[in-house]
């Protein structure tokens, strides 16, 4: 149903509050000459006001529920990056900081809240081909391909075959073989034995090398490939029913950014095993030998297959976009030079089919939550309380589409990243997830002593005092087949030797569908991990010493 926007006016600011107060006091008096020692009795004036408590009361269910009721509605349209709803997104967050009293750090453009910078939206173009030998084969039905492609016009492509493309401790497809500029193939999967267990895990689990192209694609990237086609010959496995499964995401229009020399990923193509099998000239059974041989020696096998070349054309039409962050600005006191970041996403996955995707949950309630915590701190600023080091409120746009805004900002920074001193990034926190179903108020925290160890015992210590919730670090793990890490936007600081934490509730059978409504939204346990975060981006900002890069876990 759709919701008409409604906005409230900001409350009233409080009376000014009272200077602190004293703390303990001895006093001692010399007696005069001649005079009986007079005994002074010492008393204690009233503990120092916890001005973090006070502000944090700032943080409401139904301050977050104002903000969400107007970005979640279906007038914003799905906040589609460079689409008309993320623009509108973008407006009302530079609005309600600069009415909260931030100000806005942008030099360039118009709007000083504003750091806009061009996307590019792409389809793939009718036509596709692909042919080996004298067989032409179908797109979407025996290849697809996500993300840009080089084959604007019929190339010859005659792929490196790299196994499973896998390089870790005691395994790697890569060892004495360049890629650099091919084209590789790449097998799905990983090594596996008996029931399926992963051999390469000390337990038998799926790696992220199983479970996830992407990370074999960010790999392939890392070596300098041009392209990457991926191909599966698990019996298992289904080629046309995934295809059809993915043809309406195929379909939409997806994004690149603009002058992005390297991208994070290599482009990828996926083709069907029949395709697979005739490009290295071999026959299922061969195929079936080859991976065999792999999973008894747990080691890459140098194979004998004789490449055929392949034609193919896949062209990608372009569609520049304009697109922006939104900035707020709170300056700090003696510690100033120092900037935290308050980070979250307030793009999400626009219209399809005439449905509205409105993100109520992802990131709707990362970017009301940090809305809200900035007009905390500006109050506090604005009654004689503000911070000690400065804090950038940054709503990034384009995570959607690869972490698109936080990247921008990573190599376009406003304030030097050498001055950045960490980046707490909020991103789905108004739900409950099916493994905390019944259980107590909890957050997934991720990355928090990756590059930091202080930074982790600094919001244990936060959670501990004000009220805690239950920490969840699961997602730490390196080898979690999910890669949270590595899919928000803290981690476009983090590769910059940023520290990071990044606050999460988990995927639930909403994420990313038309379903992530705020009427599913559960205020009560947004706003206190709302507060969490306040409490400690307040004690970050306001302590002595700044935390240490001491610490590069994976």
Do not use: C
Not at 358 to 381: L, P, V, Y
């Amino acid at each position: 149903m759709k919701q008409t926007p409604l906005l409230l006016a900001f409350l009233a600011l409080a009376s000014a509050a009272p200077a602190h107060a004293q703390g303990k006091v001895k006093v001692k008096i010399k007696p005069a000459t001649n005079a009986p020692a007079t005994k002074i009795k010492t008393t204690s004036a009233p503990a120092e006001k916890d001005w973090s408590v006070q502000y944090a009361d700032q943080v409401t269910a139904e301050r977050l529920r104002t903000h969400l009721a107007v970005l979640a509605s279906d007038e914003y349209e799905g906040r589609e990056t460079g689409q008309k709803g993320q623009h509108m997104a973008a407006d009302y967050v530079a609005t309600q900081f600069k009415a909260a009293g931030l100000t806005g750090p942008v030099t360039t453009g118009t709007d000083p809240y504003q750091q806009h910078f061009d996307v590019e939206q792409v389809t793939w173009a009718d036509g596709a081909t692909l042919k080996v030998g004298k067989t032409s084969y179908a797109w979407l039905t025996d290849f697809y391909g996500l993300g840009d492609s080089p084959f604007g016009q019929e190339t010859s492509v005659k792929p490196v075959f790299v196994g499973y493309g896998i390089e870790q401790a005691g395994y790697s497809d890569y060892a004495n073989v360049d890629v650099k500029g091919k084209d590789i193939l790449v097998l799905m999967g990983e090594p596996t034995g008996d029931g399926g267990k992963a051999l390469l895990s000390a337990d038998g689990s799926p790696t992220k090398w199983g479970t996830d192209y992407r990370g074999k694609a960010q790999l392939a990237a890392q070596k300098g490939a041009r392209t990457v086609f991926f191909v599966s010959f698990n019996p298992t496995s289904n080629f046309a029913k995934l295809t059809a499964r993915m043809a309406p995401y195929i379909s939409r229009p997806s994004m690149v950014m603009v002058g992005n020399d390297k991208p994070s990923r290599t482009p990828s193509f996926f083709i069907s095993p029949a395709v697979g099998l005739a490009v290295l000239g071999t026959t299922d059974a061969a195929m079936q030998t080859y991976l065999g041989k792999i999973n008894a020696t747990k080691q890459p096998v140098a194979a004998t297959f004789k490449v055929v070349p392949m034609q193919i054309k896949a062209e990608r039409k372009r569609e520049k976009l304009d697109t922006q962050n939104v900035l707020g600005f709170i300056e700090g006191t003696d510690k100033k030079e120092d900037i935290i970041v308050i980070s979250a996403h307030h793009d999400h996955l626009g219209k399809h089919d005439g449905q509205v995707f409105n993100g109520a949950d992802d990131d709707g309630s990362g970017t009301t939550a940090i809305i809200t915590m900035a007009e905390a701190f500006a109050k506090a600023k604005q009654e004689g309380h503000g911070p000690r080091r400065s804090l950038l409120f940054l709503s990034v746009t384009g995570e959607e589409k690869g972490l698109f805004g936080s990247e921008y900002y990573s190599k376009h920074p406003i304030f030097p990243l050498a001055s950045t001193e960490l980046d707490l990034n909020v991103d789905m926190i108004g739900r409950t997830d099916v493994e905390h179903e019944g259980k107590p108020d909890y957050v997934y925290v991720i990355g928090s002593d990756k590059l930091a160890s202080e930074l982790k015992v600094i919001l244990e210590a936060q959670n501990k005092q004000y009220g805690p919730i239950d920490l969840d670090y699961r997602f730490d793990d390196p080898n979690d087949p999910n890669r949270f890490y590595y899919r928000s936007d803290h981690y476009n600081f983090a590769v910059n030797k940023v520290p990071v934490a990044f606050f999460f509730n988990g995927v639930h059978a909403d994420y990313h569908q038309q379903s992530d409504e705020i009427e599913k939204i559960e205020f009560a346990k947004m706003e206190k991990r709302a507060r969490l975060v306040f409490h400690t981006a307040w004690e970050l900002a306001n302590r002595d010493g700044r935390i240490v890069v001491d610490s590069n876990k994976p």
